[in-house]
């Protein structure tokens, strides 16, 4: 069992930067690829990118890359969503979750265990 916590959203004017982390529980954090998405109001949930079980490997949603980066520490069990260049159409509920899946998994469906969320707002 993994229990995810976000934390790290808030209110930020169009092109700041927020760092998003999401805590884990458990011991095996360091098996698990862990995602982030997002969900805006009215719209269907969305990829933003994933980082692999080891941390080695990374990919984004082009909505993404060149702004966010994403970054884990095993030893603290945590992830981080550094974004950067932040526009008003990021405004979203940002969630974490972990996938046993080996490799980049991209799709909703391969997540094991969710996040709660985190807004985050983004101000024109």
């Known amino acids: 069992q993994v229990q995810l916590v976000e934390s790290g959203g808030g209110l930020v004017q169009a092109g700041g930067s927020l760092r998003l982390s999401c805590a884990a529980s458990?011991?095996?954090?360091?098996?698990?690829?862990m995602g982030w998405f997002r969900q805006a109001p009215g719209k269907e949930r969305e990829f933003v990118g994933v980082i692999s079980a080891s941390g080695g490997s990374t990919y984004y949603a082009d909505s993404a890359k060149g702004r966010f980066t994403l970054s884990r520490d095993n030893a603290k069990k945590t992830v981080y969503l550094q974004m950067n260049s932040l526009k008003p159409e990021d405004t979203a509920v940002y969630s974490c979750a972990a996938s046993r899946i080996l490799g980049l998994p991209v799709l909703g469906v391969s997540y094991n265990y969710w996040g709660q969320g985190t807004q985050v707002t983004v101000s024109s």
């Open positions: 458990g011991r095996t954090f360091s098996s698990y690829a």
